[in-house]
């Protein structure tokens, strides 16, 4: 964990970065893009955010989600937007039209049996909210915090018999999912297929424990994730004063914001961005941290 990450005065997110860099932009959704509601299905990015993204999009900035929301979640809630999506934290990888779930094999049956077993659970208490997702089950405890024990100890037991499955702890929530995926080799699966040059900038900006994994893999590359290729140094930024990895904060969604505008000022003032990123040298490759 990286006790002392440098906060980033939002409006100032410009100031971190250089016309000749390329970027990519990793967003996660709940807690970054999205404010928190009780209910899952109440959630939405506003309109207005989407707008902005849709406007750093046509600068030639690469932009992906990076979710827990399952894939056809994911694409409601970033509509009219096109753009690579890493859902199911990573097991679901929508690219150019095309998915992918890392070669990992599902057991839904399993799948079916393990929900089960948690609604079976849950019978005694009013408050949980169970979110069925086509790989995944969530076991939400938002409505009632003081119910994070019974969660936790209800997730354990049902895991007890499921050795190819584990837990995601996020924000008030048990997510039970298959073994092997996580956010930060989707990452740098994605940017593999995205950057248009080996020296592109990845920026990843999300809320959660589950993020940690992306920051890790683009601030240390391949080091961090195995089999995974070496990325340039990347700019992780957490949203919200929690321990983290990342080498950057902001305080909360309403900042995310702003830093996004930032980041469309910067873009509006350098409008060539991607023709001049050809002619980028190696030795240029400075990361925004260097750049301070
Ligand atoms: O990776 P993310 O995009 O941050 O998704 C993580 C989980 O987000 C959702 O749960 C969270 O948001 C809910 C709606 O605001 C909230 O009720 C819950 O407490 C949060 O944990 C989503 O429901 C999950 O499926 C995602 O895995």
Redesign the pocket.
Known sequence: MNLSPIYIQPNNFADYLSNQQEYCLFL?????L???????K??VIPSSTLVLLQKIQSHGVKIAA????SLIEAKQMLSPMTLPIAAT?GLEIAFDDETDNDGITIDTTELSTIRQAIIDSCTPYNDFII?T?PYSV?L?Y?QNPTLADVADSIVSTVLDSHADWTV?V????F?IVPKGINKGAAILSLLEKMQTNETSCAIFI???V??EAGFVAIQEGNGAIENAFSPATGMGIKVGTEPTCAHYYVNDISEVTVLLQSFLTFCQTHATLAPDLAAVSPTTNKTARHLI
């Open positions: 996660d959704i709940d807690g970054t999205a404010n928190f509601t009780l209910n899952p109440d959630s990076i979710t827990g929301r934290h979110e997702k969530a939400h938002r995601k996020g924000k008030y929530v997510e999300g809320d959660d589950t993020d």
